[in-house]
């Protein structure tokens, strides 16, 4: 499998989100972290695109203003001021969130720069009240040792996290903000990783280094990867917050081959010498024809006083039917822009003559809609329902995706589902959603500041974990020891020539298995590890006595370690 | 920093990097330094940051700038100049829609970047307004007229005086409605004078701005904008009014009556607040609902324009302990007139009798407000209200300071016999003193008491 994927010239770079561990948010005073499902007031607003420093709109802000949202953000008074409901401007940056950035963009190798400039990212999509994530770039040039190659890291940045969405449903969309404006940084790598699997170690090894710091929140959504993937051919299309890195090889593979689906049709509409340009479409309102329909899903929009809308795409039969995903045809490439776009989102959202739906007397409706769009056996009809402005706005995106087809894979933003499959989110913005902040007047980053930083960074795990290989120590014990308190006290067992085996087996595995009962072994000091260790060894305890020894020291901190051990041998 | 000049802002030392580089702004350039390669345009740099940068637009679409002892070597492999600029449509004309004139003062509802200070600053044609939303085209007729560019606390008596003749010029032609953009800062000093300066206009007068500058996605100026035209093109008020945010959330706008209206947060959408009294209308981009009373509108092309003003004229904000020799530096200084904004019911200490006595025998017009801004002046209740009174001073009842003051300055500029000035003070032309102040006028809101949370929970802010 992974061969063929080297063959269609598999890409893959991936934007790692990380929440740092501050007490405030980045530009304004609220505390962080702070999480909450109880709101005390509302916020109603809409958002508008704006013109990109060079004067150019975002094809993605332009798309985000057709679906006409109506946003409303749930205020909750401990995690929210006027700044996060975007009627105060920003604070200065919260110093402690930008030394900390500092420090993980020089532990990814980056050169940090000189004066960063604070950026307003378009986000139309109502994530953000202000329309824009304010963000800057820290670092850039990075590169990470990797399995004996090295991870380029493109840039690195510092930005305010977005809010939680609780809701999207129609043209409504609730979000809650306490999330919102808490720092985080986004570490960029170049598309360096060749296979799935690669790809999921790699995200591990970053997330693990920037760990490393112990400055870095942990915990359910405070790392959330964008991977971004293409083939030869394809183009960038970036699946968005995956939370594990486990999920990114299924993700990835199936989106490779989507890609490779989506370039077998581009070519078989070029074989039928359909373009952008001769592409024909035909729009109309068919309610009518559809009156006494028996299928359940139009006879109730019917009774809702919603529209039917058709759109024959002339010469297209049979490419709808096409798969691109495991269980999943092109079709659902057009479902995915009417749900987001039109906001038609009660699924399913569409029926086309190429599978028709079952349903009671189910040829007829078929029929019927092949005669009033005078569908050819060449040619396919598509047909939504809902509010009339919304079926029209959806027949016209079905055609845009066409359009598009016409040249292959869109630039997208897809959204994980389960078993790695994905669905469309929106168009991939580009650099022309960028805008300067002019309310945030550059940052200087002073040289010497930098060197104050380098000079106390904690080693790279990867380090670590190398020379804790080199000690001996099992490989399923290195990784929690190279990110425990007792880096220093691994090096000074293994310079007492203790066996590295043990200690691995001990304050690797043992101490894992606590941790999953609850148990910390944080305060067993140094001293009382070395004497366990040299006891354990001399007198010959086996591996399965290691973790009660462990409980009942942690329970009683004073016990005698050589009566607790003769005791446990007998 | 002069448009041609191909380095936009730079100084020496980065200045003279540039020029040995062969590079300037909007250069497409590889720049090695210290940290590595940097790719991108060379960005004009504002004049009020330092000269020891250069800032460059990445790939990304990031901005940096790179210290100059960090530079190896610039080279120049392209050139793509950035025109922020708002696509201009020409607006559509629809015989059958009423005509509006939009004039243009400056402020934030209509801006573009300005790089030499990093900011924003005004900017204003119909087209751009049309190409930034097209929805205007729905409520009316728009003509637009730039007559200056300035932020709000720029405005000054040149342009109040421009702003009212022009404000005739367009009644007499016969314009339905007229909307003025304007910054938020001193909005509310502008809408206190033009009610004295153009008296009973026949068709709205709508101030409009925006809280958020347009160039933000989630900017009030397209709101505030509908709002203020449809006012002007459809509503029945023929009064000057401020059009702002009620609520923070893009929902209804509510129209204050110009002197009565004042800028109560730094911040906020909803900043401006009716003082003293209810506003006039809630307003959406569709409909007007009228809160109280007010001059309706006429067809007739009838108005009366006094572009009267004195600048000498200023406002006393007291503070216990003021000392008396202030009073005496602005009689000395030829002030004509203060306005002092008194403690409770119009107050100052006793110590600033004398200097107020010798400020009124020398002829100058002293005025009293409350700085609590809601409430009347009453200066009989007290013993040191009957002493200001007897001394001449004039109680302007429930006016807003600011209110007052540019009163005081429109009547100065007509007559300097205090008699005369006592008179047209207290005689209201636009509701700048009221005889009533209803139960519900006064709403200052206690976040954090119960009854107040629970209204907060049901209402959208």
């Known amino acids: 499998m992974d061969r063929d994927l080297n063959k269609l010239g598999f890409k893959c770079g991936v934007e790692i989100h990380q929440q740092l561990l501050t007490d405030k948010k980045l530009f304004c005073r609220c505390p962080a972290g702070l999480y909450s499902t109880e709101h005390h007031a509302e916020v109603l607003r809409h958002m508008r695109p704006t013109l990109s420093e060079m004067g150019v709109y975002d094809g993605c802000a332009l798309m985000e203003f057709k679906t006409k949202k109506e946003i409303v953000y749930l205020l909750n008074k401990e995690s929210v001021c006027t700044y996060d409901m975007d009627d105060t401007p920003p604070f200065p940056i919260n110093e402690q969130a930008l030394e900390i950035a500092i420090e993980l963009a020089l532990l990814c190798g980056c050169g940090v720069v000189d004066e960063m400039h604070i950026a307003r990212k378009q986000y139309l999509d109502g994530s953000i009240p202000t329309g824009f994530q304010r963000t800057g770039i820290v670092g850039i040039n990075g590169s990470i040792p990797f399995e004996g190659k090295k991870i380029g890291v493109s840039h690195f940045s510092i930005e305010e996290d977005a809010c939680r969405e609780v809701e999207d449903s129609g043209h409504f969309i609730h979000f809650r903000t306490d999330r919102l404006g808490m720092p985080l940084i986004e570490v960029v790598t170049e598309a360096c990783f060749k296979s799935p699997e690669e790809a999921a170690r790699g995200v591990r090894h970053i997330g693990r280094l920037l760990r490393a710091s112990g400055k870095v929140r942990r915990g359910i959504g405070a790392v959330r990867q964008d991977v971004n993937v293409s083939i030869e051919g394809g183009r960038r299309v970036e699946i968005k917050g995956v939370p594990r890195y486990q999920l990114i090889p299924a993700l990835t593979r199936i989106e490779a081959l989507r890609q490779k689906a989506l370039l077998e049709i581009r070519d078989e509409l070029k074989r039928r010498k359909i373009t952008q340009d001769s592409l024909k479409a035909v729009e109309e309102d068919i309610t009518d024809v559809l009156r006494n329909s028996r299928s359940p899903i139009l006879s109730d929009a019917i009774a809702k006083g919603h529209r039917i809308r058709a759109i024959k795409l002339v010469g297209l039969s049979g490419i709808l039917n096409t798969p691109t995903q495991p269980g999943r045809m092109f079709s659902s490439e057009l479902a995915g822009r009417v749900r987001v776009i039109a906001c038609l989102d009660e699924i399913p959202n569409l029926f086309h003559t190429d599978n028709y739906p079952e349903y009671t007397r189910n040829h007829i409706d078929s029929r019927a809609i092949r005669l009033a769009l005078k569908l050819g056996p060449q040619d396919v009809g598509v047909i939504v329902w809902g509010p009339e402005g919304d079926t029209i706005t959806a027949t016209a995106e079905i055609k845009n995706r066409i359009v598009e087809a016409c040249d292959g894979v869109p630039c997208e933003t897809r959204q994980h589902l389960r078993d790695g499959l994905t669905d469309f989110e929106r168009i991939l913005p580009g650099a022309d959603r960028m805008y300067p902040d002019t309310d945030h007047p550059p940052v200087r980053i002073a040289a010497e500041r930098v060197e104050r930083i380098r000079n106390a960074l904690p080693e790279p795990t990867y380090k670590i974990e190398e020379r804790f290989r080199s000690y001996g120590i099992p490989e399923d014990a290195i990784a929690d020891l190279a990110l425990s308190p007792r880096i220093k006290l691994v090096d000074e067992l293994a310079r007492q020539k203790i066996d590295m085996k043990l200690v691995g087996r001990l304050m690797g595995q043992a101490v894992r298995s606590l941790g999953r009962q609850g148990i910390s072994v944080d305060k067993i000091d140094d001293r009382t590890w070395i004497e366990l260790a040299t006891k354990l060894l001399s007198e010959k305890v086996p591996q399965k006595n290691y973790e009660p020894v462990l409980k009942a020291i942690t329970a009683d901190p004073a016990l005698e370690i050589s009566s607790l051990i003769s005791s446990i041998k007998e | ?461």
């Open chain 2, 1 to 461: 920093m002069s448009d041609d000049d191909p380095y936009k802002g730079y100084r020496e030392p980065a200045l003279s990097l540039l020029k040995k580089s062969g590079a300037a702004v909007w250069d497409n350039v590889e720049i090695e330094t210290v940290k590595g390669p940097f790719a991108g345009l060379i960005l004009p740099r504002s004049t009020t940051e330092d000269a020891e940068h250069i800032v460059i637009k990445m790939a990304s679409g990031y901005n940096t700038g790179v210290h100059v002892s960090s530079i190896k070597k610039i080279k120049k492999i392209g050139h793509r100049e950035g025109h922020y600029a708002i696509p201009e449509k020409e607006f559509p004309y629809d015989k059958r829609k009423r005509n509006v004139t939009l004039l243009g003062t400056g402020g934030t509802i209509a801006s573009r970047l300005d790089y030499k200070t990093g900011a924003v600053v005004p900017a204003f044609s119909p087209g751009e307004l049309y190409g930034a939303v097209p929805e205007l085209a729905d409520v009316c007729n728009l003509t637009t007229k730039k007559l200056f560019g300035v932020f709000s606390e720029n405005m000054g008596p040149e342009q109040y005086k421009a702003l009212a003749e022009e404000i005739g010029r367009l009644i007499r032609e016969g314009v339905h409605g007229i909307v003025i953009g304007h910054g938020t800062d001193t909005m509310h000093h502008t809408a206190a004078i033009l009610s004295y300066m153009v008296q009973n206009p026949p068709v709205p007068i709508v101030l409009v701005g925006s809280q958020r500058s347009s160039d933000r996605p989630s900017s009030d100026a397209a709101r505030n904008l509908l709002n203020s035209t449809f006012t002007a093109a459809h509503s029945d008020l023929a009064e000057i009014m401020v059009c702002m945010f009620g609520p923070t959330s893009d929902d209804y706008g509510l129209l204050h009556v110009g002197t009565r209206v004042r800028k109560m947060h730094s911040s906020y959408r909803s900043t401006f607040r009716t003082i003293s009294d209810i506003p006039l209308a809630m307003v959406w981009p569709d409909r007007v609902v009228p809160l109280r009373a007010c001059r309706k509108r006429r067809t007739d092309r009838e108005v009366t324009i006094n572009t009267a003003y004195d600048d000498r004229v200023t406002i006393l904000y007291y503070y216990p302990g003021m000392n008396p020799d202030i009073v005496d530096a602005l009689v000395d200084n030829g002030y004509h007139g203060i306005v002092i904004a008194g403690t409770g019911l119009g107050h100052v200490n006793a110590a600033l009798n004398p200097a107020l006595k010798r400020a009124i025998d020398a002829g100058v017009a002293v005025v009293m407000t409350v700085q609590t801004l809601w409430g009347y002046v009453h200066m009989n209740v007290y013993d040191t209200g009957r002493y200001l009174l007897e001394l001449g001073i004039i109680p302007c009842e429930n006016m807003i300071p600011e209110a007052a003051y540019m009163k005081l300055c429109w009547t100065l500029g007509q007559t300097r016999d205090l008699a005369k000035v006592r008179e047209m003070m207290l005689t209201p032309i636009a509701h700048e003193i009221t005889e009533r102040e209803p139960h519900n006028g006064y709403l200052v809101y206690q976040g954090g008491i119960p009854e107040v949370e629970r209204f907060l929970s049901t209402y959208k802010k």
